[in-house]
């Protein structure tokens, strides 16, 4: 009960606490994570257009010197002659051209077999016109760009322009964009913290920003790429513009706006916070479900002990809610029904007393006792001893029966048995003969008076209703700390009809059983019970009298 | 009142649509399909780099190129692992092991090969030629003092032979057959007595051969033209004898996997390989011998080298019953 309350009590808390406070504070995290890295590629678009700018605007420059170059008289004469007899004057041209650019690029013309003739600045060497840049250049019309890797770390932009001859190139102009003009072309334009890659149209790398630690970017890139997996890496966000001069791309790398770590910290505080919402929840559900289920546990008790019939107990009253009033209400209601029962109790136990005086009164006092004595002493008088002996023995039970106690003794009640033998066998004589057997340490026991002498009348008169003579015996043994009275016979036996009528207590017919019974009911709180008699025939009765302390007074009317 | 809430219900819409949309973009920088190649290859970057990165500047084909072992290479083609077009490097006796993984395919270019080194079926296109030399170390040998494949056996060098284990090293079982072939008499007698004669000392790998040689640990040692050619030109101290005796002169190759998914691109790196300018490229760059006879190199020419006809199909037949007697002689050296 107490389980379930709880889970529905957790249940809704959750429901109501967590479940909100989840959503809000994802969604709140996505919202500043997405709009951070809004903002951060905003900027790098920017700085990446600035730079495509840049490296467009100098490739169109540097475009223009080559154009010039290769159509300059004293270009053309130099490619045509080889080393000509004037280098001052090719250099001279070469310098004039480049003016402008010299420390942005270096620029270098090479014989149609690929001879390295003069350069402004350091040149790759002689090339081979069939392979790489010139042969590319011979290809085309204009400039062709390429990516220049020794395989030993050292990357560089080239282009060539052929310049037209007779029969193909006479010679080429070439373009070099090393790591120390990329630098001076890209450094400071592009936030602190990013790096910038150059790479060629099949993603080799041309060139990387100095501070660029890991040198495999470039290759795990395209490997991403190929394998069409995003760019996106564990904490770097990569942007991407093609520079549409070369067909270049420019490559920002730049930090994630939040960190990862920023990002598992931010998630474990919001989980933190959570877990707290939690254990709240599941603290405040405890708290309140116990409060609702104590009161409610003790009602249930207390009902439970009412249902067994202690109506003594009680539940403590604390507090003035709805629970306490409804504690209450319970109090007082088995209060009530504790004060019915005890008045329903009293009134049961006075009509038991009135019945009983009702009883007693149906054997009439003074009067017969005063007639038995006239009729004693007539008896005498004229010399009739039947007569005087049983109006003696009359006289005798008459006195016994109406003298004031509620209790005799054993003896006595033995003794006022034989007086009533005595009457009787001189009414039945012959019919029947009687024997008592009476433990002697029980003659002192009390009992209520009139007990055994109604079930012994009760077997005279009808256990030998058929004539056949018998016995009738009492017993008075001691069994335990109980007197045990039999009272039996060997007669007839009572009918079926006779035992019915005596057990619904009707009380008609056989009234002293039924007196005996009621009395021994309302001082002992059960009556006779019939044995089962010896010998298969007649009746047997016991009744057991619990033997209490003579001190204690059984006179209780 | 009710404006807020619909607001805000509207920023965390747009939210969640945000952060489903991001990442998205560069996709579209991928090439498409059709532009694309897989090659493996068990050659050096020095080498694959300059061919792979003119043939990308030339076709506009993306590249992507797995590198490995041949023999770790081919049998993750044979396996089926992953999408692979060509297969650039390795023996052609490593080659034919895995025939059947491949197409044959002949290049345009084939008529200008060098007919010894013309496959047969066309199944591989050849790249170059590796002849198997003799190197040593001139501060222990003095010129003249190893002359061929009859010094291996002599018992004045015993020990002091780098040469590494056949069973590892596919030029090296090349060079023991290669042995085999060209000294007369009987060839187990001559294997025992190298395996003698080498006591003990097989190498692990190729590679130690030319080590060991520069370093003074071995005299004389059993590589191909080219490593000793590289290595001697990085400083080793080495010289080359192409033995008297004869040599072989066994291709590396490329060959067209069948099935290849990007199979026209595949075609066309394969003739690339054989075209002149990267046989250009094989004989001025990468010390190796072109396989097309319009390429001239600086090496001694093929002519001289008496070169013997290395009957592929046979030594790959023999190649287990070598190893295991190898293996025995060895066990029973030391």
């Not at chain 1, 005279?460 to 009272?487: C, S, Y």
């Not at chain 2, 590249?63 to 052609?92: K, S």
Request: hydrophobic share 45%; proline share 5%.
């Amino acid at each position: 009960m107490k389980t379930s309350f709880h889970r529905k009590l957790l249940s809704a808390f959750l429901a109501v606490g967590v479940v909100p406070l989840l959503i809000c504070v994802l969604v709140l995290l996505d919202l500043f994570r997405v709009s951070l890295d809004r903002r951060a590629e905003e900027e790098a678009a920017v700085q990446l257009t600035a730079m495509a700018g840049d490296m467009g605007a100098l490739l169109r420059s540097c475009q223009g010197v080559m154009d010039r170059l290769s159509r300059q008289p004293q270009v053309l004469e130099a490619l045509a002659a080889g080393e000509g007899p004037a280098p001052q004057a090719v250099y001279n041209a070469l310098y004039t051209a480049a003016a402008p650019l010299l420390r942005d690029a270096s620029f270098s013309l090479y014989t149609s077999q690929g001879r390295l003739l003069y350069a402004t600045a350091g040149a790759p060497g002689d090339l081979s016109p069939r392979w790489g840049v010139l042969a590319a250049a011979g290809r085309t019309e204009g400039p062709a760009y390429q990516s220049v890797s020794d395989f030993a770390g050292g990357e560089a932009l080239r282009a060539a322009l052929a310049v037209p001859g007779e029969e193909g190139p006479a010679g080429y102009v070439v373009l070099e964009l090393s790591d120390a003009h990329f630098r001076r072309l890209l450094e400071g334009k592009h936030s602190a913290g990013s790096e910038v890659l150059v790479l060629d149209p099949f993603w080799s790398q041309v060139y990387a920003s100095p501070s660029l630690s890991d040198a495999s970017l470039a290759p795990t890139l395209r490997a991403r790429l190929l394998a069409g997996e995003g760019l996106e890496g564990e904490d770097r966000l990569y942007h991407v513009q093609q520079e549409p001069v070369s067909g270049f791309y420019l490559l920002l790398c730049q930090p994630k706006p939040v960190a990862g770590w920023v990002m598992r910290t931010l998630y474990l505080i919001a989980l933190g916070a959570i877990l707290l919402s939690l254990g709240l929840c599941l603290a405040v559900s405890m708290v309140l479900s116990d409060q609702l289920f104590r009161p409610i546990l003790s009602l249930n008790n207390a009902m439970a002990a009412v249902e067994e019939g202690d109506l003594d107990v009680r539940v403590t009253v604390s507090g003035a809610d709805e629970m306490s009033q409804l504690a209450g209400r319970f109090n007082r209601m088995a209060q009530r029904l504790k004060e019915n029962l005890a008045r329903s109790l009293r009134q049961q136990e006075e009509l038991g007393q009135a019945q009983l005086r009702m009883m007693q009164a149906q054997l009439n006092p003074h009067f017969l006792y005063n007639t038995l004595d006239t009729l004693k002493w007539l008896g005498k008088i004229h010399h009739i001893p039947e007569v005087a002996s049983i109006s003696a023995d009359l006289a005798e039970i008459l006195r016994r029966s109406i003298s004031a106690g509620a209790f005799v003794t054993l003896e006595e009640e033995l003794r006022s048995l034989d007086h009533y033998v005595a009457i009787q066998s001189i009414r039945f004589a012959g019919k029947f003969t009687f024997q008592t057997q009476a433990d002697p340490s029980l003659l002192a026991v009390p009992l209520p008076k009139l007990t055994l002498q109604p079930l012994v009348e009760n077997a005279i008169i009808h256990g030998f209703e058929d004539g056949v003579p018998g016995t009738v015996t009492v017993t008075a043994a001691r069994q335990g700390d109980e007197m045990v009275l039999t009272v039996s016979d060997n007669g007839c036996g009572m009918s079926r009809e006779s035992l019915e009528r005596f057990r619904s207590g009707a009380g008609e017919g056989h009234l002293g059983l039924y007196n005996v019974d009621a009395i021994l009911r309302l001082h002992y709180g059960r009556g006779l019970t019939f044995l089962p008699p010896d010998g298969g025939r007649g009746t047997r009765i016991r009744i057991a009298i619990p033997i209490v302390p003579e001190t204690k007074d059984m006179t209780g009317t | 009142m009710s404006g807020r809430p619909r607001a805000l219900l509207a920023a965390l819409l747009a939210a969640l649509l945000l952060s489903a949309c991001g990442g998205g973009g560069e996709t579209d920088l991928a090439p498409p399909e059709e532009a694309r190649l897989t090659v493996y290859t068990s050659h050096k970057e020095e080498v694959y780099g300059p061919i792979v990165k003119e043939f990308q500047a030339r076709t506009g084909i993306w590249v992507q190129v797995v590198t490995g072992g041949t023999n770790e290479l081919l049998e993750r083609i044979a396996a089926g692992e992953g999408p692979c077009d060509v297969m650039f490097g390795g023996g052609v006796e490593s080659l034919m092991t895995y025939a059947d993984c491949f197409e044959p395919y002949a290049c345009s270019g084939a008529g200008a090969v060098k007919p010894w080194l013309q496959p047969e079926g066309d199944l591989w296109t050849p790249f170059s030629s590796l002849p198997v030399v003799l190197i040593y170390n001139p501060r222990l040998v003095s010129p003249g003092e190893v002359q061929g494949w009859a010094d291996l056996l002599d018992t004045r060098w015993r020990g002091r032979i780098a040469f590494a284990d056949p069973a590892v090293s596919g030029s090296s079982y090349t060079a023991a057959v290669t042995m085999l072939t060209c000294l007369p008499g009987d060839d187990w007698e001559e294997l025992a007595q190298l395996v003698e004669n080498l006591d003990g000392g097989v190498l692990a790998d190729s590679g130690d051969v030319v080590e060991a040689v520069s370093v003074g640990s071995c005299a004389l040692g059993v590589t191909l033209e080219e490593t000793a050619l590289k290595r001697q030109a990085a400083g080793a101290h080495i010289a080359i004898v192409y033995p008297a005796e004869g040599t072989s002169n066994l291709p590396d190759a490329a060959a067209l996997v069948s099935g290849a998914p990007h199979r026209e691109n595949a075609l066309a790196f394969l003739e690339f390989t054989q075209s002149a300018d990267v046989q250009s490229l094989v004989a001025s760059d990468f010390a190796r011998r072109s396989v097309r006879s319009d390429i001239p190199d600086d090496l001694p020419p093929e002519d001289s080298l008496r070169l013997i006809d290395y009957d592929i199909a046979a030594a790959a037949a023999l190649k287990e019953e070598l190893l295991e007697r190898w293996a025995a002689l060895e066990e029973g050296g030391l």
